[in-house]
């Protein structure tokens, strides 16, 4: 394409944008109202799949890995690249206390371990409502596309159920691009940064992380009569307690978290149960602390419950590898969006211990993954803060978290014109 040609689609494409923020922001109520769990996503996979195809996309392929959808947006032009959309479709066990006016009600009263409240506390309805209104946006275009974009729909995100596989992992596993191979993959997270601006960080943006499963057994017994049994309540304290020492095993300039966010036991009030289940997460930033600290709190956990003649046994699941924005990628992407929102929106960041396994692709098949602020917030020195008389600041998975509904025109104008300038070879591969 020549300079014109692609000065005249950008323009197109961005005033297409603006126009699809209507539909867009149904769309997101919609979803937001209506959430679905990990790898439960039913519903919202049979609506992606569906607007997918009223776009006109040339194939829709569902019920990958569970619910994932891919749709194929083959361009009038010849050209060699494929630019990768992603969006997470899966809501968290959160009861929600956003106080949006479409706030979720719903309980799902199947899922394991549940009934749980179900929100989108994470914005996975915003991720997929943009994605959806880049298909539209994007084959609005299609004659002047060189190349193909792959809007890509995955499940579980935010980890499946113990005893299921799903996600990103299973997606790539489960052949949905055997056929064709995304040169770049794009994405962003909504976040509690100031409405509109994009974070970006070079190196480990998000952490590497694991699922732990730590059970302690002891012998059941009358609660007025320990000696009987074997308790394991003071092991299970211990190993808690224990559990935020870890990070002084590891260099102090890695960051690390450990983290019991669910204790499940089966005693009563005057009954010592025979076993207590915790449930967490470890956070590495640095991939190569992670043997490290799950060998140690292997280690802690099963003295400590031996020094009370218990016995703990700790398993490590659901493995994510770190998110990496390679300088290369950033300095490909990176142009398209100062263009796009200007330069005094775009903020570098350090890496967080949160994840995301949107690594998998990105590290499959490149590319690059930023943040998108939301929020009344504004930088107080290298942290945030609520702007004064704004809805406040509420992180990602809290009850209140909120994602402002106007601020999604411009990750959308992001999404459409870095696949654009991808495929026209403005985004090197
Ligand atoms: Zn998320
Ligand atoms: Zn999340």
Not at 1 to 10: H, K, P, Y
Not at 168 to 174: E, G, L, Y
Not at 176 to 202: C, E, N, Q, S, W
Request: glycine share 10%; with cysteine; hydrophobic share 40%.
């Amino acid at each position: 394409m020549d300079a014109d040609d692609v000065a005249a689609t950008r323009k197109l494409l961005d005033e297409r944008a603006r126009d699809a923020l209507g539909e867009l922001i149904q769309t997101r109520h919609h979803l937001h109202s209506h959430p679905e769990l990990s790898n439960r996503e039913v519903n919202t996979s049979a609506l992606v799949a569906e607007r997918l195809r009223r776009a006109g996309l040339d194939e829709v392929h569902t019920g990958i890995a569970g619910h994932g959808v891919v749709g194929v947006l083959r361009g009038g032009r010849a050209g060699d690249r494929v630019a990768g959309l992603r969006a997470d479709m899966d809501a968290l066990p959160v009861a929600e206390a956003s106080g949006v006016e479409f706030a979720s009600t719903v309980v799902d009263s199947d899922y394991p371990g549940g009934p749980f409240p179900v929100a989108h506390a994470c914005g996975h309805d915003c991720h997929t409502s943009t994605v959806l209104g880049a298909a539209d946006v994007l084959a609005s275009v299609r004659d002047d596309l060189p190349g193909t974009v792959m809007f890509v729909f995955q499940p579980a995100e935010e980890g499946p159920p113990i005893d299921e596989a799903g996600g990103a992992k299973a997606m790539i596993d489960a052949g949905a691009f055997a056929d064709l191979r995304p040169t770049m993959m794009f994405g962003m997270h909504v976040a509690p940064l100031p409405k509109g601006v994009v974070g970006y960080g070079i190196g480990n943006q998000y952490a590497a992380s694991c699922l732990v499963k730590i059970e302690v057994v002891g012998k059941q017994v009358h609660g007025s009569m320990p000696w009987y049994g074997i308790d394991p309540m003071p092991a299970v304290a211990d190993i808690i307690s224990g559990a935020g020492q870890l990070y002084r095993q590891v260099p102090a300039t890695d960051a690390v978290t450990v983290s019991i966010g669910h204790v499940e036991d089966v005693g009563r009030f005057n009954i010592i149960g025979e076993r207590v289940t915790l449930w967490g997460t470890i956070r590495c930033l640095d991939e190569t602390s992670m043997g490290t600290v799950q060998d140690n709190l292997r280690r802690m956990a099963e003295h400590h419950a031996a020094a009370y003649g218990a016995s703990a046994t700790v398993d490590y699941l659901q493995y994510v590898p770190p998110l990496a924005n390679t300088e290369e990628w950033i300095d490909a992407i990176l142009p398209t969006v100062k263009r796009v929102i200007g330069p005094d929106r775009l903020v570098e960041m350090p890496g967080m211990l949160g994840y995301d396994d949107m690594s998998e692709f990105t590290r499959a098949f490149g590319g690059a993954y930023l943040n998108f602020g939301t929020q009344d917030t504004q930088f107080a020195g290298t942290s945030l803060a609520p702007v004064e008389g704004g809805r406040g600041m509420a992180m990602n998975h809290s009850p209140a978290f909120y994602a402002d509904d106007d601020c999604l025109v411009d990750s959308l104008r992001i999404h459409v014109q870095v696949a654009f300038d991808h495929l026209a070879g403005e985004v090197p591969a």
